[in-house]
């Protein structure tokens, strides 16, 4: 069944949900037989009061799903924690939606900062790579210990501390900005280089054959119907109206 969400910045008004949204995030952790960082009401409404949140309802004002955003290292990391849909609009695609939203407040509100992510659900690492996230090490990421505290209600905690921290059953995942920027540079020069390329081979390419043509094929109709023959089934419109312009096939389709 579809259903039709209206996803935007969660507020004031909002804050009813907060129960809610705790609660279905510790059972969607004990479903996944996984941990999770429990959150009170109180720090979900304070969310909302920051405007660090999105919230997702339906058309006819259900809570839909939800997730916030927080910040460490003086804002030079942030983490979209607390993802969450409602167990009868799940499978729609509404995570997706969630979490992309979610990461464009997170680019507005800081866009210099790294945007990371530990998690050990196999959805929500496709959601973060095709944002552009990348799997990095634990030691790629935030060492703000009031980041860490958080971990402390996982039932995971223990293996995450056995393995100073180094490791754990969540795989970290990051969005570089600079690294983003420097691939989108790249990515256009290349696109660049590869244009100029081709149009230095087209015009090469029209040069030789433009001489080869006004020598060769002159006073020879026949050749030349043969030149306009293949010109029809050139795709390179660019190179095939440059002959056109030539006189002796002008004249000759006259």
């Known amino acids: 069944m579809s259903h039709s969400y209206i996803i935007s910045l969660a507020g004031r008004e909002h804050q009813h949900f907060a129960e809610t949204i705790c609660h279905q995030i510790e059972l969607s952790s004990l479903e996944r037989g996984t941990g999770i960082a429990k959150r009170t009401p109180e720090f979900i409404r304070q969310k909302m009061t920051e405007g660090k949140a999105v919230i997702a309802l339906s058309e006819s004002g259900e809570w839909a ?10 804002d030079k990391f942030v983490a979209n924690s607390g993802l969450i849909v409602a167990p009868q ?42 944002l552009g996230y990348r799997p990095v090490t634990y030691s790629q990421i935030t060492d703000d210990e009031n980041f860490w505290k958080g971990c402390q209600s996982c039932v995971n905690h223990q293996i995450l501390m056995s393995k100073e921290r180094k490791n754990c059953l969540c795989t970290a995942l990051v969005y570089d900005p600079v690294l983003h920027e420097q691939k989108n540079v790249e990515t256009s020069e290349n696109n660049e280089n590869k244009i100029t390329a081709i149009q230095k081979m087209d015009t090469s390419i029209y040069e030789n054959v433009k001489n080869a043509v006004q020598l060769f094929f002159k006073s020879n109709s026949k050749n030349l119907f043969r030149i306009s023959f293949l010109l029809g089934r050139n795709k390179n419109e660019a190179i095939k109206s440059k002959f056109l312009e030539l006189p002796v096939l002008n004249n000759y389709n006259k």
């Open 65 to 74: 799903g939800f997730s916030y955003i927080e910040s460490w290292n003086e």
């Open 89 to 130: 609009f799940r499978k729609n695609g509404l995570s997706k939606a969630i979490k992309r939203e979610i990461f464009n407040l997170s680019r507005k509100k800081y866009p210099h900062a790294k945007v990371f992510s530990l998690t050990t659900g196999p959805a929500v690492m496709k959601i973060n790579s095709d």
